[in-house]
């Protein structure tokens, strides 16, 4: 097994070797290739398909919405109008349909019409919603704060996109539609702010009929030792460090690594080797289980960017044996939090009932973390394990068995409604 070896036994050449990786790494996470070409980093303007663009090259109709949250952030969330097969039929309760890190709304259109589950779920002619946390290309608005210019805007984690963003998006959804409730698919994070906003402020809870999670991310104790867990590692040790140095947005669209993977990963004889690539150093291998047109189109949307703070925060919930909020230190804690640790958040109050789908090969978020967080949540009505034995973390964007692996399970959970 490939562990990285990081005991300071290394001679002085090695050290500097390492420090120069690593200022590489930090550099292609952040900064552009080229500034002259392209709008700053981060920016929707950059995006090549767009939400709006790609919906309707397909038949469908696609309305983009502005939600504003409490503390001013501006959110760009978009709504899919029946497929084409629905003549304008609708089911009832509206879905808000929820990303995961790093990526955007986009991510569920890459796997093409027959597998992306944003148009799985159109087709079905469910009122579809598609939400955008703050920070990433969609979202990289406020009402005062410049994102160029004021650090403060990227001073978020998780825990502020469960506290702010997915509560205005679901009264955003519901005063519009008028519907009493609605139906929340999340992914990874986008499950992960969803029990947050529920124990943060668990009158929401009653706002969600069900709750179907795909890989819900939690803790992140038992994350496989691989590249992506050192990188965290990495974000959490030296935050200060890049933060005096003026980074604060990380991993965005138009930074060197995304546009060096939207290029080089575009030919068709590279797009298995990149799919290869992002599978073992972020994920695990699932062979084939990726079609190289989608492999060719999801570096164009992902890393979609967040806050350094973000990264930081997946970076302690790696270590934490529990679900907790951001830890500044114990000084700043104290001001925070009242108390010199961070506080655990209350997966009791998550009333609503949860749906949970995961797979057994999912190296990003364990088989041990899912059963962990079954065992805090009160209203766990299903837990389901993916049928194929090699379903990872990124199949549930990305692969081309969507539809036939996930889709049947959340379309019986979206029909039958249990409104009380
Ligand atoms: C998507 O792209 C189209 C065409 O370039 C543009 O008119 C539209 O404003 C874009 N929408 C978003 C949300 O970026
Ligand atoms: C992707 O393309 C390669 C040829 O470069 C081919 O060998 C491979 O089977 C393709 N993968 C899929 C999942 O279609
Ligand atoms: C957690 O939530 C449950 C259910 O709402 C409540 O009874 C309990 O008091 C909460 N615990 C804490 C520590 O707030």
Not at 20 to 33: E, H, K, L, N, R
Request: with cysteine; aromatic share 12%.
């Amino acid at each position: 097994m490939p562990v990285v070896n990081m005991t300071p036994k290394g001679t002085l050449t090695s050290n500097i070797l390492v420090v120069i990786s690593i200022a590489a790494v930090f550099y292609a996470i952040t900064f552009p290739i080229k500034n002259v070409t392209r709008k700053k980093p981060g920016n929707q303007e950059n995006i090549v398909f767009n939400f709006t663009q790609m919906t309707t090259q397909n038949g469908y109709t696609s309305e983009e919405h502005t939600v504003v949250t409490e503390d001013g952030y501006i959110l760009r969330i978009f709504r899919v109008q029946g497929g084409r097969k629905c003549d304008g039929k609708r089911r009832s309760l509206p879905v808000l349909l929820m990303h995961g890190l790093l990526l955007s709304s986009d991510v569920w259109l890459d796997a093409g019409t027959d597998n992306g589950l944003a148009y799985l779920i159109a087709n079905a002619c469910f009122d579809l919603w598609v939400g955008n946390c703050r920070g990433n290309y969609y979202s990289r608005r406020h009402e005062t704060l410049d994102p160029d210019t004021d650090a403060k805007f990227w001073h978020f984690s998780v825990d502020e996109i469960g506290h702010y963003d997915v509560p205005a998006m679901v009264d955003y959804v519901l005063d519009y539609t008028g519907a009493e409730k609605l139906n929340y698919v999340g992914y990874s994070q986008g499950a992960s702010t969803f029990f947050i906003m529920c124990s943060e402020r668990p009158e929401y809870c009653n706002k969600i009929n069900k709750m179907i999670s795909l890989a819900p991310a939690s803790r992140q104790f038992n994350t496989a030792l691989n590249p992506y867990r050192l990188l965290l590692r990495l974000f959490a040790l030296g935050h200060q460090y890049l933060r005096a140095m003026g980074v604060e947005e990380v991993l965005s669209n138009g930074a060197f690594l995304q546009e060096f993977l939207a290029y080089a990963c575009e030919a068709y004889w590279t797009s298995s080797i990149c799919n290869y690539g992002t599978s073992v150093l972020i994920d695990s291998y699932h062979p084939g289980s990726v079609t190289n047109e989608t492999t060719k189109i999801m570096f164009k949307h992902f890393p979609a960017g967040t806050s350094l703070q973000n990264m930081v925060r997946y970076g302690q919930s790696a270590i934490s044996p529990d679900f907790q909020k951001y830890d500044y230190g114990k000084d700043i804690n104290i001001d925070v939090y009242g108390q010199e640790t961070p506080p655990k958040f209350n997966l009791s109050a998550v009333t609503t009932p949860v749906v949970i789908l995961y797979g057994k090969n999912d190296a990003l978020v364990s088989v041990k973390d899912v059963k962990w967080l079954v065992s805090k949540l009160p209203n766990v009505i299903d837990l389901v394990e993916v049928k194929d034995p090699l379903w990872n973390h990124l199949d549930v964007a990305y692969s081309q068995y969507i539809g036939e692996m996930l889709f049947p399970k959340i379309f019986e959970h979206l029909v039958t409604n249990s409104i009380n």
